[in-house]
């Protein structure tokens, strides 16, 4: 074979390999975009419901085409495991406008904290997320509440922010420990 055929078979090779390339970097995109807890209306009867597409699964048929979408958890299962999924349309339409980080993100941004009054800013995922404050003035965080819960908790609940809820759940757990101190004009 002549220096030709070799040329011809290593251009093929990395013709191979960019298609694989491609591919793969398909699926780790359809796996990222569709991980994460979602919270969609339940077509059944209208209420939110907290699900998970199947990122895995949609990852692995992005390695061959088009990825069909098909639930992993549902908050309605295992009553309603036997339902059609038609929520997934949702899904497929805003697939970042559904993702209970994003519905958190876009409640708390420009909301003031209940407490203290300051600005709540970027919510901060991995340390000092804010809270919520309860018509009694208990707090609570947000990724305590079920996720199918969380539209009806900011109706009821105020945003705070960390350090208030923190001091909150010091006062109401520990109150041995805390002395308050009035705060006066030129302290």
Same mark, same amino acid.
């Given at each position: 074979?002549?220096?030709?055929?070799?040329?011809?078979?290593?251009? #093929?090779?990395?013709?191979?390999?960019?298609?694989?390339? $491609? !591919? *793969?970097? #398909?699926?780790?995109?359809?796996?990222?975009?569709?991980?994460?807890? !979602?919270? $969609?209306?339940? @077509?059944?009867?209208?209420?939110?419901?907290? +699900?998970? +597409?199947?990122?895995?699964?949609?990852?692995?048929?992005?390695? $061959?085409?088009?990825?069909?979408?098909?639930?992993? %958890?549902?908050?309605? =299962?295992?009553?309603?495991? /036997?339902?059609?999924?038609?929520?997934?349309?949702?899904? %497929?339409?805003? @697939?970042?406008?559904?993702?209970?980080?994003?519905? +958190? &993100?876009? =409640?708390?941004?420009?909301?003031?904290?209940?407490?203290?009054?300051?600005?709540?800013? %970027?919510?901060?995922?991995?340390?000092?997320? @804010?809270?919520?404050? /309860?018509?009694?003035?208990?707090? +609570?965080? =947000? /990724?305590? $509440?079920?996720?199918?819960?969380? @539209?009806?908790?900011?109706?009821?609940?105020?945003?705070?922010?960390? /350090?208030?809820?923190? *001091?909150? &759940?010091?006062?109401?757990?520990?109150?041995?420990?805390? &002395?308050? !101190?009035?705060?006066?004009?030129?302290?």
């Amino acid at each position: 074979m002549g220096s030709v055929g070799y040329f011809v078979i290593y251009g #093929l090779a990395g013709l191979v390999v960019v298609f694989l390339l $491609v !591919r *793969a970097a #398909l699926a780790a995109r359809a796996y990222i975009k569709f991980r994460g807890k !979602r919270l $969609v209306t339940c @077509p059944e009867n209208a209420k939110p419901a907290a +699900v998970d +597409v199947d990122a895995k699964r949609a990852g692995a048929e992005a390695l $061959v085409g088009t990825p069909h979408l098909h639930l992993s %958890e549902c908050s309605r =299962w295992p009553e309603k495991r /036997d339902c059609g999924q038609w929520c997934l349309k949702q899904i %497929e339409l805003a @697939p970042e406008g559904c993702l209970v980080r994003s519905i +958190v &993100t876009n =409640w708390y941004k420009g909301k003031n904290c209940a407490i203290c009054g300051r600005l709540i800013h %970027e919510v901060d995922w991995m340390g000092h997320k @804010p809270a919520l404050l /309860d018509p009694a003035h208990k707090t +609570v965080y =947000w /990724d305590a $509440v079920p996720a199918e819960r969380l @539209p009806e908790y900011f109706t009821t609940h105020a945003p705070i922010c960390w /350090d208030c809820h923190v *001091a909150q &759940t010091l006062r109401r757990e520990h109150p041995e420990l805390v &002395t308050e !101190r009035p705060w006066r004009w030129g302290s």
